[in-house]
């Protein structure tokens, strides 16, 4: 929604394991929120303090609201809930629209249909928040590999 709790936790958990893979120059990350609650601020400081707890650095990310060239310039835009993704169909253009997925559509160890707002929890929201996006994002991961796999293929066709 304001892009201060889940959507940069889940930018810098996957930022985290695209480096870890060395294909930080093939994969673009970004986060937006369906709101413009909180533009140009950093993320919630508890997402902070347990993003970093596991390795991961959200100092440099800022809010901000998605916008119509986001639809056009990436080729997956994933929601953290249905109301968001609701959201973000009513803003995306009909020949986009397959973009737009939930994030835990790629969770392979949990069993969820949405990554729950922490933002009026305690400790355990975050921390719940955390094991559902490192889920996700590793799942979404091997998924972008078997496309740029694909594309690679697809792209050298039967050159010796």
């Not at 936790?9 to 986060?31: C, K, Y």
């Not at 937006?32 to 997402?47: I, L, M």
């Not at 969770?107 to 933002?119: E, L, M, Q």
Request: hydrophobic share 30%; with cysteine.
């Amino acid at each position: 929604m304001g892009n201060i709790c889940r959507s940069p936790t889940a930018h810098g958990v996957f930022r985290h394991l695209v480096q870890q893979h060395g294909l930080e120059h093939r994969i673009n990350v970004d986060s937006a929120g369906t709101h413009n609650y909180h533009p140009g601020e950093p993320p919630d400081h508890r997402s902070q303090r347990h993003a970093k707890r596991r390795g991961y650095d959200l100092s440099d990310l800022r809010a901000r609201q998605i916008v119509r060239d986001d639809f056009t310039r990436h080729d997956l835009l994933l929601a953290m809930d249905w109301d968001n993704l609701a959201l973000a169909e009513q803003g995306c253009p009909d020949e986009h629209r397959k973009k737009l997925r939930r994030l835990t559509e790629f969770c392979r160890r949990h069993d969820a249909s949405v990554i729950p707002d922490p933002y009026y929890g305690g400790h355990d929201g975050f921390e719940h928040v955390l094991n559902l996006v490192e889920d996700a994002c590793e799942g979404l991961l091997i998924h972008i590999r078997q496309r740029i796999e694909l594309r690679t293929t697809d792209f050298l066709g039967d050159r010796p």
